[in-house]
């Protein structure tokens, strides 16, 4: 079952790393202010197409807005933040991170 107070959370958070105000979020995603404060304290409970428009604004996937938010997210939380960070890295950035990850793999072992 979605957890809709971590995942208003998490949009807060990534929000005000934005430093995006809740008026210029909600005009990014077409909604009132007034809802997007909802999704935020968990008094709404926001549509797939929202948390979709949500994360695009943002920046963002939406793997990474549910990854608290879904029991089995919890439990791979680390693994799709990886994967969320490495998909956002350009060609020669998922070059240089596969080969440090390569390397400690050798030297450290699994």
């Known amino acids: 079952m979605l957890d ?4 208003g959370k998490r949009i807060r958070d990534e929000r005000l790393l ?3 105000t809740i ?4 005009e990014k995603v077409n909604k009132s202010t007034n809802y997007i404060g909802q999704i ?4 709404g409970k926001p549509s797939l197409e929202t948390i979709v428009d949500i994360a695009n604004a943002l920046g963002t996937t939406v793997d ?3 990854r ?13 933040e990886l994967l ?3 998909a956002s890295l350009d060609e020669k950035g998922k070059a ?3 080969d440090v990850v390569k390397r400690y793999v050798y030297y450290y072992g699994k």
Do not use: H, K, T
Request: aromatic residues 8%.
């Open 4 to 7: 809709y107070a971590l995942l």
């Open 64 to 66: 990474s807005l549910l």
């Open 18 to 20: 934005l430093r995006l």
């Open 84 to 86: 969320s960070l490495f």
């Open 23 to 26: 008026e210029q979020l909600a």
């Open 68 to 80: 608290d938010s879904l029991p089995a997210a919890q439990r791979d939380g680390a693994d799709q």
């Open 40 to 43: 935020e304290r968990c008094d």
């Open 96 to 98: 240089f991170l596969l």
